[in-house]
């Protein structure tokens, strides 16, 4: 394919053949709606798949050196094929096999070059099916009169493509690696709409998609300190560590609003932290809020910072020497600094414990204080407290607040001596 390939002048010159059915367009767009618009029965040779999606976009790295166009569309798209399968091969085994025996039912959305914006599944089940079989296939789909070289027309389409995928009449279960991801391309990389208007077209408060963005920052931190490429979204994926940093960036806005070089030091040592998560299991979003709470939160987190910075130093060392380009590249330098690990879990969890007994203490002489309160306030009361009035009670309540009161006495001494002989 060319610049100058269009699937419409095919439609005119008779090449591509409609269906017959008329779009329901999810929202309004200037000068598209059903009496101009058609479903066509498109040639998958025609087509190539979206590389601005958030769940390509999000597997970058995996094809940097593949052409992103039209017009390398075979070693292209085979690419992004494997990627669409990996991604969820159950789905994709369901749509074709539906599509195999009902035809398919829902259309897509191409535009005028052969960029398909949506029906990413769709059309790689009819990929594998026309190989599969031997038989010519057809995406189904409408042809939009628009290309991604004009701004305004990318911003259009980006609507129609959340409306679409993340609308809630047609919403798509979206990967969160790749939400974030996209909401990055779209506001901060393509510039193409504000964070607000994302927000609206995606049926998302403001504020979530604020979190969404930050987390990109954030997994580019973490890619860059375990020296990986930065945009190697997917490693994130293959990690499963979304979660995690998102729950990290949460506890490090609390304590660090004014960001600066103390937050710098903390994200360092969180992401310290999650390697050795990763590294030994569990559960890391509840684990990294124990750290935060009783590490990060403590009177010794000053201590803590100097034993495991040898270990952290070590560990940061291992990953520079090495280029982590996988999984399996990460979890290899994670093997080779296991006893670095295990001490810096070790110092982790002496810390958390002498913590929550700190606090333990602490919250049990605070119990103590609001009794010596209460009877406190007994004493100044002349027995009362509040608004209480002797004539509310008759004796035998009377005789009732006596005998507690002699038992807390009776108590009180003995505890006592408990102390002294504590002392």
């Known amino acids: 394919m060319t610049d100058e390939f269009s699937l419409l002048y095919k439609v005119n010159n008779g090449e591509i053949k409609p269906t017959g059915a008329k779009p329901k367009l999810p929202l309004k767009l200037d000068g598209l709606d059903s009496e101009n618009l058609n479903v066509y029965r498109i040639p998958l040779d ?8 958030g ?9 940097e050196d593949v052409a992103r166009s039209s017009d390398d569309g075979d070693v292209y798209n085979a690419v992004v094929e494997r990627l669409v399968e990996d991604s969820d091969s159950a789905k994709l085994k369901k749509t074709k096999k539906d599509i195999q025996e009902k035809g398919q039912l829902i259309f897509g959305y191409v535009l005028d070059d052969g960029r398909v914006i949506d029906g990413n599944r769709r059309f790689t089940a009819l990929r594998q099916l026309q190989r ?6 057809y995406f189904e789909a ?6 991604f070289k004009d701004k305004a027309d990318r911003e259009l389409i980006k609507r129609l493509e959340l409306a679409l ?32 208007d994302y927000a609206k077209n995606a049926g998302k408060t403001v504020k979530s998609v604020e979190e969404s963005l930050n987390v990109v920052y954030l997994m580019q931190d973490f890619l860059n300190h375990i020296n990986a490429d930065k945009q190697n979204f997917q490693l994130i994926k293959d990690l499963q560590i979304y979660n995690a940093l998102a729950e990290i960036g949460k506890n490090l806005k ?20 999650l390697h050795s998560l990763i590294y030994t299991g569990g559960d890391r979003v509840r684990d990294m809020r124990t750290y ?9 987190y000053g201590d803590f910072k100097d034993e495991v910075d040898d270990y952290v130093e070590e560990l940061q060392d291992a990953f520079d020497d090495k280029q982590v380009a996988s999984a399996a590249d990460y979890r290899a330098t994670l093997e080779e600094l296991t006893p ?17 007994r700190s606090k333990d203490a602490a919250e049990f002489i605070e119990s103590l204080r609001q009794i010596n309160k209460t009877l406190a306030d007994l004493k100044a009361g002349h027995g009362l407290t509040g608004k209480l009035r002797w004539n509310q009670f008759d004796s035998t309540e009377i005789r009732t607040i006596r005998d507690y009161m002699v038992k807390i006495g009776n108590d009180s001494v003995s505890l006592v001596d408990i102390y002294n002989d504590e002392l």
């Open 254 to 273: 609390k304590r660090y609003p004014k960001a600066g070089p103390e937050m710098e030091d903390s994200k360092q040592l969180a992401f310290t932290q």
């Open 292 to 300: 935060f709470a009783g590490v990060v939160d403590s009177t010794s």
């Open 46 to 53: 025609m087509l190539y798949y979206n590389d601005a999606n």
């Open 142 to 147: 409408v042809i939009l009169p628009v290309t």
């Open 55 to 63: 769940r390509i976009r999000a597997a970058r790295a995996q094809f």
């Open 165 to 196: 995928q993340m609308g809630i009449e047609n919403k798509v279960d979206y990967d969160a690696v790749d939400a974030a991801v996209d909401v990055w391309q779209t506001v901060e990389i393509d510039q193409i709409m504000l964070l607000g």
């Open 340 to 356: 670095q690990f295990r001490q810096i879990q070790k110092v982790k969890n002496d810390t958390v414990n002498s913590t929550k």
């Open 132 to 137: 599969e079989t031997a038989q010519q296939q």
